[in-house]
């Protein structure tokens, strides 16, 4: 709960500076209140959550195919949440690296969870 009041303050006291930053530190700063407020991820801090999310842009640009992408984030989190690990997969795409969507979308197209 730590981490949500630090993401908070900071944009309240960088607010202006995450306005005039442009969209690039606003999505940022979406991606950040949305995976440390969401329980699951219980990420140590920040730079940790955004290191992972531009992790999975890479990941995307590097036309890994979604299936691992997948089994990658339920691996590290340790969890068989199929939404969770959608979930932070669509914030990262949709809020770091928004121009990889439809690569994305290309190869999650097809993609099935793993039946229990």
Not at 36 to 46: E, I, K, L, S
Not at 87 to 98: D, F, K, S, T
């Amino acid at each position: 709960m730590r981490m949500v009041a630090k993401v908070f303050m900071a944009t309240a006291v960088l607010g202006v500076g995450v306005t005039m930053a442009g969209p690039a530190g606003a999505d940022a700063v979406g991606y950040l209140v949305n995976v440390t407020v969401r329980p699951g991820y219980h990420f140590p801090n920040a730079d940790a959550a955004l290191a992972y999310g531009h992790g999975i842009c890479d990941e995307v640009a590097a036309q890994r195919p979604y299936a691992q992408i997948i089994a990658d984030i339920r691996a590290d989190f340790r969890t068989t949440d199929e939404y969770q690990a959608a979930y932070l997969v669509n914030q990262a795409a949709g809020q770091l690296c928004p121009a990889q969507i439809w690569q994305l979308r290309n190869s999650a197209a097809h993609y099935r969870p793993p039946q229990p």
